[in-house]
């Protein structure tokens, strides 16, 4: 058995993946999707990105759809947050870096309020990439259950290992390995 696709069954393989995705929209994005107005500019790029899907193209889905909006995203925080390297990286990559915190919080601290402290955690690094302020948690707060107790409890090794997705994430798992 080889470990490597063919280019057809790589397509074959990408868009059965892709149709996984598109049918699995809930009800609520469905209807989102078929509220727009036939003649809307985003109706229009909806449905050349979902004619890719269907043509398992995974070019014309990046620059239909995922290339605009990357671009989009970037022109507002350049807008927002001029030379902000770190801020720009997690709010474009928040999925990407919330999941890795959440998953070091799962395993150091179990899943118990996992998502809250990931978010806690993520919320006081973006204000420290725009103001400054020290990342610190004071576990007489009320609010105490969404701050980490095991992992990530100090600023530096928040941002230390915001820094390793950062590296990571640009190609440097290599480095890594």
């Not at 995974?58 to 620059?63: A, E, M, V």
């Not at 915190?101 to 204000?127: Q, V």
């Not at 190609?171 to 890594?176: E, P």
């Amino acid at each position: 058995m080889s470990d490597t696709f063919s280019e057809d069954e790589f397509q074959d393989v990408l868009g059965e993946v892709l149709q996984i995705i598109s049918k699995s929209m809930d009800d609520k994005n469905r209807h989102v999707l078929e509220s727009l107005p036939a003649d809307d500019p985003l109706r229009l790029q909806v449905n050349r990105a979902m004619a890719a899907i269907q043509e398992k193209n995974l070019d014309c889905f990046y620059f239909v759809w995922t290339y605009p909006h990357s671009k989009m995203t970037h022109a507002i925080l350049q807008k927002m947050l001029p030379e902000n390297d770190p801020a720009h990286f997690l709010l474009s990559q928040y999925q990407y870096v919330n999941a890795n915190f959440k998953s070091m919080i799962n395993h150091h601290e179990g899943m118990s309020c996992c998502a809250d402290k990931s978010r806690t955690i993520l919320s006081r690094l973006l204000r420290y990439f725009i103001s400054g302020e020290e990342i610190v948690f004071n576990m007489d707060d009320p609010y105490n259950f969404a701050y980490p107790e095991k992992v990530f409890t100090t600023h530096e090794s928040i941002v230390d290992f915001f820094e390793k997705l950062r590296f990571i994430y640009h190609g440097g798992l290599v480095d890594v390995l």
